[in-house]
């Protein structure tokens, strides 16, 4: 069974950091490229991060140039992102997916909330 499970988020204050976990498992995690994205309230998904099989970096959304940082440990099929100088438009639903050749697959998510 395929799943993708997100862990780490939570409520931070501005300016503080969060580490994002996505813990992969009934696939063959080291072959597929692995992405973030994320959601607001009201707003369209948007592409936070991109990593290669490899642990390449394929892109990172502007907003987030700087502050957070994708990685992966194939070892042990986990993905994270680091998120440090949280801000209030950061506020959103983080989500992991997997892309492969012929399939993609999506975690269910995790809420991180940025407020004083």
């Known amino acids: 069974q395929v799943q993708l499970v997100e862990s780490g988020g939570g409520l931070v204050q501005p300016g503080g950091s969060l580490r994002l976990s996505c813990a992969a498992s009934?696939?063959?995690?080291?072959?597929?490229?692995m992405s973030w994205y994320r959601q607001a309230p009201g707003k369209e998904r948007e592409l936070v991060a991109a990593?290669?099989?490899?642990?390449?970096?394929?892109n990172y959304a502007d907003s987030v140039k700087g502050r957070f940082t994708i990685s992966r440990d194939n070892a042990k099929n986990t993905m994270y992102l680091q998120m440090n100088s949280l801000k209030s438009e950061d506020t959103a639903v983080y989500s992991c997916?997997?892309?492969?050749?012929?399939?993609?697959?999506w975690g269910q998510g995790t809420q991180v909330t940025v407020s004083s």
């Open positions: 009934g696939f063959s995690f080291s072959s597929y490229a």
């Open positions: 997916k997997a892309r492969g050749p012929t399939y993609s697959f």
């Open positions: 990593i290669t099989t490899g642990g390449g970096i394929l």
